[in-house]
């Protein structure tokens, strides 16, 4: 297990500085040092800013969004705040305890993080940063919310309709339904694996990298949903798009195909997210991320299907 102090306090730091800017900003900061990243490993195949900046214990989701998702629930305890807030910049309320908070739980992303990488197979295949975000978000749940992690409408309805999005309780409205949710899936699914496939070919340092350039946009992105505009919310499925493509290119050999799969692995991403906002988000008290709940599984069973077909072929 590779800990450092310095990493150690670069955590606290982090999920500090997510709590105080809250967990969207410190999200979409993010995907800018991703994209500034990729950038220098194309000058330099030796740098560390994508690995130990961006997705490492300075803005990597499981520390600073993380940080910021627990500040905002501990803090609905003590404000008006809703607990599911990850907009606003929490150090707004010039309260110390507040991003403590946020520093605590940058801590324990770190360590989570650590964790399930050593799990054997698993943690080499799968995401374990979008793993630690949701593991965080439901000890979150549990220490500071009040729904429980399973909560339901407040329309009487039983079975998965006790779920359903309503105007109390929703993820993002325009991709709640499953037609405009599977269309969206399959054709940003399509443009990220286009690109992925495109840097990989073009840019062989790029090896293991290609596919977080359209994630990076994506959560670039969402600056303009913090703006009040009703963009869509796509970093759930570029990247298992992203990993989908580059995966498959080698055993495929053929670029159209990669990313016909590709296409596939941002439709898995979109149906596991609207998923996990109607069982976790939607209707609770504080915000468990159904992107990240979508990228786990959707890279375990992108890069598990990859294993098995190259084991029989």
Known sequence: MDISFVSILAAAAGGFFGAALGALQAFIFTGFLVLAGVVALIADPNSTILSDVAFGPAFGPHIAFAGGVAAAAYASRKSELIGKDIVTPL????????????AVFGLFGYFVQKLIALIPWFGANTDSVALTVIISAIVVRLIFGKSGLFPKNDTGASGWAAYSPTDKGRWIEGQ??????????????????FVAVTLLQSLPQLAGSAQTFMFGISAVSLMFLSFGHAVPVTHHITLPAGVAAVTFLPIVGEAWIAMLIGALGGLIGAWFAEFFSR???????????????????ATTLILGAAAIVTAVS
Not at 91 to 102: H, T
Not at 176 to 193: D, Y
Not at 289 to 295: K, S
């Open 279 to 297: 069982l976790w988000l939607a209707h609770g008290d504080t915000h468990i991320d159904p992107p990240a709940a979508a990228i786990w599984p």
């Open 176 to 193: 709640e339904r499953f037609v405009p949710n599977t269309v969206l899936g399959v054709f940003v699914g399509l443009l990220s694996a």
């Open 91 to 102: 150090a707004k309320f010039a309260r110390p305890d507040v991003l403590l908070i946020g």
